[in-house]
């Protein structure tokens, strides 16, 4: 068996090949002993681990593994996923929406990491725990799809009351900027779990656009397991990105980019 694992910041990411069919799963990295334990299980395997905690899952590993950077792998991986979806874009920026953000330019096929943010899925989870007491992640995309952000962002329509902005008035002026003192003990879990996951897209995105004029590029890639089960994280950025002129596109099992990229050089 051939595996490839990214274990990240929150979740282990495993891609591996059995009878030539390709699997993918996920763990939270609370359960990496468990994951190392898998491995260890493993008869005739080749493994490759990337990812911030590859050197944890290492040393619970009894055999060998290669290690390789991240970025190198993620690259990897989003090359793979992208030919499986017929495409073969070869520059592009690419945005890692993970526990944080990592975006990088990618321009005929070499990758360069010119930036990021700490606004990503671990802002998402945060506060959103903070803000309603919600702890599941589940739980959290799926309330969220049912709020509305209109009694907490300001819009820059409602700061240009009955004149013509000079830019987009569906622009966010600021996230959580509208008068939200006033009902604030009104708000429900499900608006405030929206207008995070607002903040956290509108930031991803807006940085993405900037930072693809950066690399003279139009196409920005989106992953990382902050847009899993989440569909208005999806609907946010997408939006977002169009608005300010960039062409999204979300990769398919984007997540697993950095499991697959290790997994291919074996
Ligand atoms: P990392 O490699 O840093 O672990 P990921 O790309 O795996 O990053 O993304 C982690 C983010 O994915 C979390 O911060 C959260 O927003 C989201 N996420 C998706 N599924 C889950 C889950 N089952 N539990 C916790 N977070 C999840």
Known sequence: MIVGIDAGGTLIKVAYTENGTLHFDKYPIAEIQQVASWVNDLSDSDICITGGKSGVLLSLLDKKALEMVEFEATHLGVQFLLEKMGRDDDSYLLTNVGTGTSIHCVENNQQERIGGTGIGGGTLVGLSRLLTGVMDYEEMVALARKGSRD??????KHIYEGKTPPISGELTASNFGNKIFEVAHELSKEELLAAVIGLVGETVSTVSVHAAKQCNNS?????????????????VVESYTVLRGAVPLFLENGEYSGAVGAMSVL
């Open 151 to 156: 009694r907490i962002d300001l819009k820059v």
């Open 219 to 235: 196409t920005i890639i989106y992953i990382g397991s902050s847009f899993f089960h989440n569909p208005l994280l999806k609907e």
